[in-house]
């Protein structure tokens, strides 16, 4: 009964291809998240929705495009990836102004 | 824009020593303030939080931390430390209210390494 879950848990591609990862909560949060850990462990919002509703949209290229089906999910799909592409990506959930609750995190490796 | 220093970068430390690791953040307005963990290879976890009230909050596995408003600080301690702390930790802010409301700004992380 995992409460944040992410597929999947490594994705190994190479430069140019398109990809995405899913998000699903059980939570009954209405916030959803994701961030990307670079290799020194620094962590960054990118998107955040709210009741499928895009709040938060950091500088992040448009190749990155976050979807909401509905607001247990938050998919997030890749366009002609690049090197610097690669890291952890986490999703997360909340409801608004509570602590964040997160997936055990996508490693994206670009090969 | 907010942000947040975290002065240790890894803290390395034997078992029963105590632990404190600094956290400072940049922002004039009311803010809510957490600690996460994050076990090798594991997703965050929350230690703690502080959002008002005491400012000397207790979160789980004995770790505690104070929130000084005046130094803008929310240090993390331990009394304590056991091998099974050892780990990533990280300080997050975010704002209490207006456009950044939500948006967790994380420190750059300290990594724990505790030896037996």
């Known amino acids: 009964d995992t409460a944040v879950s992410q597929t999947p848990k490594y994705l190994v591609t190479q430069m140019g291809n398109d990809k995405s990862i899913k998000c699903e909560q059980n939570?009954?949060?209405?916030?959803m998240y994701w961030y990307k850990q670079d290799s020194k462990k620094f962590l960054k919002i990118m998107f955040s929705?709210?009741?499928?509703?895009?709040?938060i949209n950091e500088t992040v290229p448009n190749r990155f495009s976050p979807k909401s089906p509905d607001k247990a999910h938050l998919n997030l799909h890749i366009n002609s990836l690049e090197l610097g592409d690669s890291a952890v990506y986490f999703c997360?959930?909340?409801?608004?102004?509570?602590?964040?609750?997160f997936g055990d995190g996508t490693r994206l490796s670009i090969l | 824009a907010q942000s947040v220093s975290q002065h240790n970068h890894h803290v390395i430390l034997s078992e029963a020593a105590s632990l404190e690791l600094g956290c400072n953040y940049s922002?004039?307005?009311?803010?809510?303030l957490f600690w996460y963990v994050q076990y090798p290879g594991q997703h965050l976890q929350l230690l703690l939080k502080?959002?008002?009230?005491?400012?000397l909050v207790k979160g789980i596995k004995g770790f505690e931390a104070e929130f000084i408003k005046s130094k803008f600080s929310f240090n993390l301690r331990k009394p304590s430390v056991q091998w099974s702390d050892t780990a990533e930790y990280f300080c997050?802010?975010?704002?209490?209210?207006?456009?950044?409301?939500?948006?967790?700004?994380f420190g750059r992380g300290t990594q724990l390494t505790v030896w037996p």
């Open positions: 997050a802010v975010n704002a209490d209210r207006g456009s950044t409301l939500g948006r967790l700004y």
């Open positions: 502080y959002f008002s009230g005491d400012p």
């Open positions: 939570l009954g949060h209405d916030t």
């Open positions: 922002y004039g307005g009311t803010v809510n």
């Open positions: 997360a959930s909340s409801e608004q102004g509570q602590p964040q609750h």
């Open positions: 929705y709210n009741n499928k509703e895009l709040i």
